[in-house]
């Protein structure tokens, strides 16, 4: 009886298995079926570059694309891999209709009207070369090359845009820059203009937690481990390859051997060996001999500007430091411009107004943002000519939940308000008049935003969310106001002006903007910092607009603090606008450590500081700032 149970699993389970064989053989995909053109929807290819590099890009056409008909495409480039094989659930899964590679995003690009192309950067996913940095000048030249190649394709209209979020909307601004006349619009969303200074070194405090995180990420994809990525092992490893075998090889590398010789070959550079060497966010990269200058955006302002390309560009105010660059950006280059800022995490997927729940929140939806983005799309590549965008800004009021729309920056009606750090740890509109007065605080070298913040979101675009930092707040050296007497918007970039001496040459300087409820609860609003190192303010032209203390941040300007010597500590913090209540407190909450995501400096130390703010050495924080009367209904 035993027995024939035991045959009977068995027999079951080899059933299974052969069923599962055989849909997987049977499976078509949606990129499978025949236009009505001829060709398979979904085509995988090599492009040759200029110096035998071999460039995998997918390219997809609607479903309707008929012989003759010529239509634009939008490229998405990428170094996290254009697009995955799917194992034997998973082709079991399209032969029954519960599957397909044409994802919802994607497939809403196709409906209406659009070829869309979407690109291995050299060195990552099925392409050839090497990988010496991100975004390197090869790199820039290779898309400029996908561009010839779309234009030369019978279906092409001739007529290019590009689209993408974070690295793939540097890639988009980037397509700006190869002075490819067909390169109509694009649309660089919560992407980086200025790489170290919004995200892997602001203010040039090391974001370490997360270029190690996100290093070894890409040096897993690198390598095709997608078990690796996702820290599965063993069986676990075994089930998760039924469902997704890796990078997906080019249709004529049938078995995948060339993209195995191509990844077993592969030697790319490692971030944070590069990273750790560099002090100063205007440094040379060992590795390559590039900067951040010659491989990010605000670096290709020359080769932009010529072509005027129009811009949808989309960040969040709590997406890393991405708002003031956007706006520096803005103001700076000469080119047509929709900046839209938002109350977003990164890649605009979760609401963040941490005075709002979601559901009172008018906020548009991904789905809205994707529609948004097409409509910008089809006034440039659709019909010749083009309709360009007026240049502005849109942006949110947390607290508030209206949009607005202006111009110039702050926003008319805003006037810069000084809060003077006072005795008692209060924060007052009146200048200090005594001739002596500071504050004494040891850095807590434990102090911390926790594990869901601006800095955080950009791993993957998880919600932003900072409770009550009450609790947090003990940590940190902080001063607050009186109960506002009535409502008030805050809505430009603060700054926040030091005078402090420390007992040691370097040092982290965290600043936090936060409004006390009257029932004292703390919500978090903004923030900014600065390494000591980088203090000096400097005369020297920006490349590209700033709010408040210029920092050149290279090794020329370095300041290393003298221990016991007042220094003067100006910097600013990220751009926000919100609405604050009659009754609340502002408060500015000072501190030498995040370790949540930052080094630590210096590494092994425990810093104190004087805070001055007397007559003769006054500390103070800046604030664009309008009072707005009673609470609206």
Avoid at 254 to 263: H, N
Avoid at 407 to 415: F, I, K, N, S
Avoid at 462 to 485: N, Q
Avoid at 619 to 625: C, D, G, T, Y
Wanted: aromatic share 8%; proline share 7%.
């Amino acid at each position: 009886m035993l027995k024939r149970i035991v045959l009977g699993i068995v027999g079951l389970v080899v059933g299974l298995v052969v069923a599962v064989l055989v849909l997987a053989a049977m499976a078509r995909d949606a990129g499978d079926v025949r236009v009505p053109a001829g060709m398979r929807r979904n085509q995988a290819l090599y492009v040759p570059m200029r110096d035998g590099e071999q460039i995998a890009i997918d390219v997809w056409y609607p479903a309707t694309l008929a012989a003759g008909q010529r239509i634009p495409a939008l490229i998405k480039a990428t170094r996290y891999v254009r697009a995955t094989r799917p194992g034997l659930l998973a082709r079991a899964a399209i032969a029954i209709g519960q599957f397909s590679s044409l994802d919802r995003r994607l497939g809403s690009i196709l409906d209406v009207g659009y070829a869309v192309v979407l690109v291995d950067a050299r060195g990552s996913g099925a392409s050839t070369g090497r990988r010496a940095i991100e975004w390197s000048p090869d790199e820039l030249a290779d898309y400029g090359e996908i561009v010839d190649w779309i234009v030369k394709q019978p279906w092409s209209n001739g007529r290019v845009g590009a689209w993408g979020v974070s690295y793939d909307g540097n890639t988009a601004e980037m397509l700006a820059a190869t002075g490819r006349p067909a390169v109509k619009g694009v649309a660089p969303l919560y992407d980086d203009y200025d790489p170290p200074l919004d995200l892997a070194m602001p203010g040039g405090v090391l974001l370490s937690g997360f270029l190690s995180e996100w290093g070894g990420a890409n040096n897993r994809l690198d390598a095709n481990d997608y078990c690796g990525l996702t820290s599965a092992t063993g069986l676990t490893c075994a089930v998760q390859r039924l469902f997704i075998q890796g990078i997906k090889p080019v249709d004529a590398d049938v078995g995948g051997r060339m993209l195995d010789s191509i990844v077993a070959a592969r030697r790319n550079y490692d971030i944070m060996t590069d990273m750790r060497a560099i002090e100063n966010p205007r440094d040379t990269f060992p590795t390559s001999r590039l900067t951040f200058g010659d491989i990010s955006p605000y670096g290709m302002r020359d080769k932009v500007e010529p072509l005027a390309t129009p811009m949808l560009v989309r960040v969040g105010w709590l997406d890393a430091g991405t708002v003031n660059v956007a706006l520096g950006r803005f103001f700076s280059l000469k080119t047509p411009q929709r900046l839209e800022i938002g109350p977003w995490s990164h890649g605009g997927g979760e609401h963040i107004d941490p005075f709002l729940p979601d559901s009172t929140a008018t906020v548009p939806s991904s789905a809205e943002q994707q529609r948004e983005m097409l409509a910008f799309f089809d006034g440039l590549l659709k019909e010749p000519g083009g309709k360009v965008p007026a240049h502005e800004i849109r942006y949110y009021t947390m607290n508030d939940g209206r949009w607005r729309t202006t111009t110039q920056w702050p926003p008319a009606g805003m006037a810069p308000v000084r809060w003077y750090l006072g005795t008692g740890k209060t924060l007052g509109r009146v200048a200090p008049t005594d001739s002596v007065g500071a504050d004494t605080y040891t850095v807590d070298t434990t102090a911390t935003t926790g594990a869901h913040t601006r800095w955080h979101t950009q791993l993957g675009g998880a919600d932003v969310t900072y409770g009550d930092r009450a609790a947090a707040d003990a940590k940190l050296l902080t001063y607050t106001s009186e109960p506002l007497p009535a409502d008030v918007e805050i809505t430009g970039v603060p700054v926040v002006w030091l005078r402090v001496a420390s007992t040691h040459d370097d040092g982290g300087f965290f600043a936090y903007l936060e409004a006390v409820a009257p029932d004292g609860k703390v919500t978090y609003v903004t923030e900014g910092m600065l390494r000591g190192r980088h203090r000096k303010v400097s005369t020297a032209e920006p490349p590209y607009r700033t709010f408040g203390p210029v920092h050149a941040f290279t090794r020329a300007d370095a300041m290393p603090l003298v221990p016991g010597e007042v220094a003067e500590v100006p910097f600013e913090l990220f751009a926000t606008s919100v609405r604050l209540r009659k009754g609340d407190r502002i408060r500015l909450a000072l501190g030498g450590a995040d370790r949540s995501m930052f080094a630590l400096y210096p590494p092994a130390a425990t810093p104190t500081w004087t805070v001055h703010r007397h007559s003769a050495a006054p500390s103070w924080l800046e604030l664009p700032m309008q009072e707005v009367g009673a609470p609206q209904p």
